[in-house]
Structures are given as structure tokens and as C-alpha cells.
């Protein structure tokens, strides 16, 4: 009698605990580095990348999360010699919900799968560099003076609104109910048009509470 009152007891604490350690809710910042992929590749630079989400795990193994991204790359110089420009980029800021599946749920050292769609802003810019001029005022001598600063001047500029998803793998290590660090890699393609996609590979680094 004893020994199964201890047996329960002891299931309890377990139970407990693990409890304790599952979070409902979930979120996280990252930032890192954005290469173009594909076709994307022959027009665009490495870029950067910096992102945030809120979720929610229905369970240890499988949650959602609704993600904001922001991802810049450079046009590559060969692409804007041939259009006759100095300078240009691409910005993109999402909004996209992602189901993510924890591949080692109960361990201090996770490998997760992430992937989902959702809506892509995409901007182009064609930009040469200026020269802006603001006042200043030099307190010692009383008197104002101009002041010219470098500055990029749009030349040109395009945006679209249009659908896209992503998919890829993640890694996350710390303690299992305090937050953890965590490292990930996501393929996302834009549809432009039926034959025409923006393909890049965000790679970030971040923390996940």
C-alpha cells in the first residue's frame, strides 16, 4: 500500500514538472544573413535579415507561430551596369504563419521543422548617391552654416504585394523552460507571376522564450 502511494506520488511530481516545463506560449528575435538562391542568385547580393514572432505549442511536439520578417539585399553591380544605375536593392518585409514540429521536445538540445506562407511586401529600388545639405549651428562663434551629408537618392522604385511560403530546419539549445538560443534556415520563394519567384534562404540567430 505504501509502496503504490509512493509510486503515485512520485508519477505526480514527474507530471508536474514536466508540466511546468512545457510553455504555451512562445516568442522569439533573430537576426542574420539572407543569400538569393536560384535564379535569384544572378541578380541579387547577400543581404541581411532581422525577424520576430509570437506563438503558440498546443503541444510539447507541434505549435504555431505568426512571424513579421524584414530581409535587404543588394542588386548586383553586373545587373545595374547593364541598366545604367549606380546603385540599387530589394526590401522585403512578411507577415507569415508558420507551423513548427519539434523533432526533441523534451531535451535541452532541440532540432525543429518550420514552414508556412503568408503575405510578402517586396520593394526595388534603383538609387544614386547625393548630397543632402541641413543647417547647423556652431554655439561658440553664434552663426549658422550648411552642412552637407552623403545621402542616396531613389531613382526609381517598384513594390508589390504578393503570397509566398518558406520551409526549412532549425536547431535550439538551453534550458527547456527558460528559453533557449536558437539557430535556423528557411527556403522562401515570392510568386511574382506564374513563372517569375524572388528565391533567398534567410540564415538567423536569435532567442526563443
Sequence with gaps: MKASALAACSLFVIGTASAQEFQHVLVDFGAGFTSPVSRSADHLDMGWNVQGGIGYNFSPVVGAKLQLDYNSMGIKSSVLN??????????????????????????????????GGGLYHRTQEFTAPTIQTFTGFNPFFGFFYPVGVPANQVLASYTVNKPGINGGMGIAFGPRAR??????????????????HTDYVPVSFGFRW
Design 82 to 115: 547593364n541598366i545604367g544605375v549606380p546603385g540599387g536593392n530589394v526590401n522585403i518585409f512578411s507577415a507569415t504563419v508558420n507551423p513548427i514540429v519539434h523533432l526533441i521536445p523534451h531535451s535541452h538540445f532541440d532540432i525543429y521543422a518550420i514552414g
Design 179 to 196: 528559453g533557449k538560443f536558437f539557430a535556423e534556415a528557411r527556403w522562401t520563394r515570392i510568386f511574382l507571376t506564374s513563372s517569375i
